[in-house]
């Protein structure tokens, strides 16, 4: 197919790459012209606008925040002046999909993995739209990702799934950084709480990914910076405003990642949050 | 061996089953005598006082809170009276787990697992103590379980790694109860979510048991009922108040516990926790 | 003066009264025509544009939210085109009231005090802005509050300082509450405990006219509308959010906030806070 | 009156100077004797027991915790030995105070005041017991405080309303902390946030003293230490567990206490609370 990649961050350059690799032809576009130079040496072309990357099958957006995508789709030579589906991988806010959605063809289709599982094409694929639309888009997803899940006809549908699924790691993120830090100030160290949990009934990625960034303290670099994951947070707390649900567990993750920005700064891992539980008990 | 086994609640009746089916000479005692009749039938011996069940190899006790094991080990006729290696299993303060190893010869070896796990030989083992001791309990322990987890010499640390691992349990369970209201409320079903949840990086026992619960509002009968869970999140409580350790999530839970009594009685499972959490939402 | 005011609310209802008993040439303006019925028969003029009420020496505007006050100054026929002081009693974010004196001559001037305050000319005025701009609205802060407190020359700071004391009453609320439902599970009435708080170190207007609400379960109608009690929180939280300050006594206080309103709907007051603690409890 | 005088730490002293000078024959008896020497030097008489302080009309005590009313009262040679009226002064748990009541004559009659107020006599009591029994301990009330509020005739409803008290205390200084670091990152002096607040509808004393000593940065030397504020919310926290009553507020400032204990030592104000939250802030 003809694609057209708009935003080539850590995360959207990955999976350019593979629907590069996969042999689909390739048009980016990336506010930042420097970013392309990899992918265009690797045969992609390169737009001069956002719409320049809309005319072919599909156009994939992955974007850090709701005022970029807003930016390259409705504004001056924006995607929604071009004939492609628009297929909106970035993390914004249901809100903003469907009114992506008003504007033009558009799917949600926000990604479940961290950069490694990107370029390692293990990424899960949360879509919502029109049926059709989603079927369009299928090869492009079976090159990026190894599952494809559908989770209904309201494009915004896709970005809240998404939402509550980050939320949930940031509970677990919130939970394993408590217990770690309890169990380490008793006398167990954090790597054998950690080889329990995943031995036992905690045996996912999201429980062996981050307890070792939190056992390890490999905080920096971050694969998802603190600052994305407080964004995230807000937009779930706007959902959760809106729709009157009180959510304490979040009001704690937001708050550990206010004070792990404060003291550390915007360069590091979202997982700070338990970093900050360790230091508030001056661990 | 001769093993006594103190303590036939739901957890202790089933494990003291599978070690008389293993083939050990089971001697058991229960506060309540009735609740010893069927193993009676099928072949144990009856104590007719906590030390009549631990002149053997081993006794195990399983019980409900620290006064109940405090009662049967250190009261009149109590196991530490007994020449057998006491194997404590119930979720008690570390505290009283470093108390008893000084009234006698005493190993910790709480277990992961509700009642079906308990029955199926399912159970994960975290132990304790001296390892002669736990190498002695050993072969018990493989008609049990599936796996020994050891944590260190000192028995409370397996006590402190079993709270741990309950307030982790409670920390999915609040998290998933919070993401599942804010999807169900805004147009995802729970049930939904739980499938793109487990279908990704949230794929453990953890996630299944209690998202399966929560998505199918079982909350009763009980797999573990929510005093007995508010007294180990309690437990952890105290832990963090002695040790300085702040733990909001913990917080969170605690108070979602209470008020999930408050409202629902005492015969509801801990998990209720994720059914406050959509009532507060007016779900 | 001949003074302008739009918005007329409750609380702007009052306080524009009390412009024209002082003997202020008024002229008003309100979205909903028939609000200035009462104060034209009283001898106010009416204009037909929020401009039209802006030609004099001062205009006030008391509304609801960013979004109101921003159309009625920035819109067709806004206030920033007219010639008067535009003296904002409003509580919106600090941001709108930086950007309103970017348009205009401005200054903010929100006020503490429910409806009967203001009718009693008991509002405290927090000014900021250019001194000389707030001399000279003087003379109108008289004859509608007791007091006015100057706290810098950016316009925004006033408003900081009103989310500020919005969100410690709220913090009140909150403390009142949990403290009345643990003393009335426990045995003693909720009065008795206010009294004794109000007659110990507690004897201030916020104790007991919040008290009052809570012991008396004073909840309807409200003073001050729980959705319009949850915007203020939520401009707090922005702020906190921005600034990077962890609040978790906030964080409690909009949980309340979003119960109370999913259960009891927009018309009750604020202070339904307590009511929620309470019925969370059983109570 | 003969009256004896158990505990003569920072509070206990200034109340049994102030007894001394008010002409009452006073008996004072401490764990550590030197304690004793300038009250023994003003006149008072020194007891070498608890009980030997209980032989009089009236035996009063103010000590640390449970533990030490409990040692003093029903240990050997305790108060509960002599004839004296027991007026318990202590804030200690509701359970203790009953228990009190059933061993000899007794009453609560906890206070509200920090050392300054004790010295001036300006202390409010919080009366509960046998009103006769109340009314034999009047003129003694007479001599250390300025009002006492009779709540009720069980002697721990006294102790329940203080820990409420205490709770409240906590609650404002908790709000304080975090509308003044909010403030102060937006560029409002924390002083200047004080003035509107207690010159506006927040003027009492919790406010004056409370706000002069984070605004002043006084937390040193303690008025009151951390470590037996948080001893105080221990004892709500085990109330609120017991009644089933959610206190989301009293677990923020349990957590701060925790984490302003850990960072700051032990010999710190318990309004480390709001230093803490300016700590976490970045601030």
């Not at 249901?94 to 992506?100: F, M, S, T, V």
Request: proline fraction near 4%; aromatic fraction near 6%; hydrophobic fraction near 50%.
């Amino acid at each position: 197919m003809k694609i057209g990649f708009v935003g080539l961050g850590q995360m959207g350059g990955a999976i350019a790459r593979n629907l590069l690799k996969a042999g689909h032809e390739l048009t980016v576009w990336n506010r930042s012209a420097g970013r392309a130079d990899a992918l265009v040496a690797e045969g992609a072309a390169q737009a001069r606008t956002p719409a320049g990357a809309a005319g072919g099958d599909l156009v994939f957006t992955m974007l850090a925040n709701d005022a970029a995508v807003e930016a390259v789709t409705l504004g001056t030579d924006g995607i929604a002046s071009g004939r492609a589906l628009h297929v909106g991988m970035s993390t914004i806010s249901p809100d903003l999909a469907d009114r992506l959605a008003q504007a033009g063809r558009y799917i949600s289709a926000p990604v479940f993995g961290r950069p490694a599982a990107a370029e390692a094409v293990k990424l899960f694929v949360v879509a919502a739209g029109d049926p059709a639309a989603i079927d369009q888009a299928a090869p492009a997803f079976d090159a990026i990702g190894q599952r494809v899940f559908r989770v209904g006809e309201r494009p915004s549908l896709a970005n809240l799934v998404k939402l509550c699924g980050n939320f949930t790691i940031m509970g677990v993120v919130e939970a394993l950084g408590e217990a770690m830090t309890l169990a380490e100030k008793g006398g167990v160290a954090k790597q054998t709480l950690l080889e329990v949990l995943t031995g036992t009934i905690f045996d996912a990625p999201v429980f062996h990914v981050y307890g070792d960034i939190i056992a390890g303290d490999k905080f920096r670099p971050a694969g998802f910076a603190a600052p994305l994951g407080l964004k995230d947070m807000n937009l779930v707390a706007q959902e959760a405003n809106d729709r009157r649900v009180p959510m304490p567990a979040l009001a704690a993750i937001r708050n550990h990642l206010l004070q792990g920005i404060a003291k550390h700064g915007e360069e590091i891992d979202w997982s700070v949050v338990a970093k900050v539980i360790a230091e508030n008990a001056g661990a």
